[in-house]
């Protein structure tokens, strides 16, 4: 859900860095072929995964002798690639990036190995510093532990400090929503050509509905209650897309309806939006070296109206394939990329603004870390500290996940309801006949979860 992974739905796919190291998209079984020396690993290509690409062959194949393969691949892809993969139980990959949407269905499947036994006989990992909400996230309905983060983020409102100040406007410490509707309409023209605030409304299922689901879980509302009945048309869900929706009509950036991540990003970063509601991931782009609004930008938590919080919850995360061949050389490749050490060598290496944050405590104690991230560190703590993947809403639910629904259909039906979405936000279709549309959709795809 954040910038790099929105970039590379984009289409804006980076190149493929070989530095020394076998695309093996055609390779199989690596891991048994060479005396457990080698590992064939299935990687989405965001930067922070090409810094690592970058890094394996000099640091962990030289320290540890294994010799990883990489497939790197755009999003889409990797999710079609390892989606193929490991319901077919190939074996051609031992580790894959998955992130926490996928992982409790592929445990529940039986297509993961779980990491249980090999976390407990690796003290140096350090378990215990992952933080909480991911390592619930990536744990199966079983109680065992199926992922390992790479990097996490969750959500937060972002605005420009100097503009608020200039206006004589002050942030709640924690905001609700309509207090954030009532700071948007003030802020309209605060700067010539402004507008109050930048929310997502490109189709999507990562896109607008990621931030509108948040939105829809503090109202009250959510996608099913606990026994697999959608709730599209029920009062929560309509009272909060109909907010969202007059929101960013009203008070929104020019050409909403197409606007995602990078586009409120830019919005933001030109002065085109006082305010914006999206990932904390978002932070090190806005507050980093060149960026016209560094050290102008402050961060709030993400707005509520019924819930105490209501930030979502990503992570690009390790997941071991049940049928690899290697599963200990496969995890010392997880536990090196996820280590406190690995963090370190990025900041010596790279600079600390790469290091892949979001998954440790101790990255927000690390003075090196936090000499370039003071503006945010703590907001992005808070943020994912809070986050609760099993218990987003007000009332219970049929599976885990904040900011989408943990079943494979999403990717389906959400994408579908996502499209109407947008199209309200156009003002091509009122939110009564796209919430209607989505409710029909949302109700064929949970039939077969009902009674179970």
Known sequence: MNSRRRRTVAGLALPLLAVGLVACSGA????????????????????????????????????????????????NDLR??????????????DVATLSNFEIPFYSKNGWLAPLDSQVSAD???????????????LTGADGKLYGEPFYGESSFLMYRKDVFAAKGLTMPAKPTWQQVADLAAKLDGAQPGMKGICLRGQPGWGEVLAPLTTVVN????????????????GQGFTDATNFYVNLVKAHGEAGASQAGFTECLNNLEQSKVAMWYDATSAAGSLDGAGSPVAGKIGYAPAP???????GWLYTWAWGVEK????????????????????????GAKLGWSRVPAGKRTSTYSNADYLKSAAAFAKPTLSAIQNANPTDPGVQPRPTPGIQFVDIPEFTDFGT?????????????????????????????????????
């Open 80 to 93: 079609d690639k390892a989606s193929q993969e490991f319901s077919s139980q190939a074996g051609q990959y």
């Open 304 to 310: 509520v109206v019924k819930t105490a919080n209501s």
């Open 416 to 452: 579908q309801a996502s499209q109407f979405i947008s199209s309200a936000i156009a003002g091509k279709l009122s939110v009564s006949s796209a919430l209607s549309k989505s409710q029909d959709l949302a109700q064929a795809a949970a039939k077969k979860y009902k009674g179970k």
């Open 28 to 75: 199989g079984g690596g891991g048994s072929k060479s005396g457990g020396k080698s590992i064939n690993v299935l990687m989405v290509n965001n930067p922070q995964m090409v810094d690592l690409q970058k890094l394996t062959a000099d640091n962990f194949t030289k320290q540890s002798g294994i010799k990883v393969n990489f497939t790197v691949l755009p999003e």
């Open 323 to 346: 049928a690899s061949k290697n599963v200990d050389g496969a995890w010392k490749f997880v536990s090196w990329a996820s280590s406190k050490q690995y963090e370190e060598l990025v």
């Open 123 to 137: 003290a140096s990992f350090d378990q215990a510093d992952i933080l909480k909400p991911m390592t619930e996230s």
């Open 218 to 233: 503090t109202f009250g509302g959510t996608w099913f209650d606990k026994d697999w009945t959608a709730q599209v048309t």
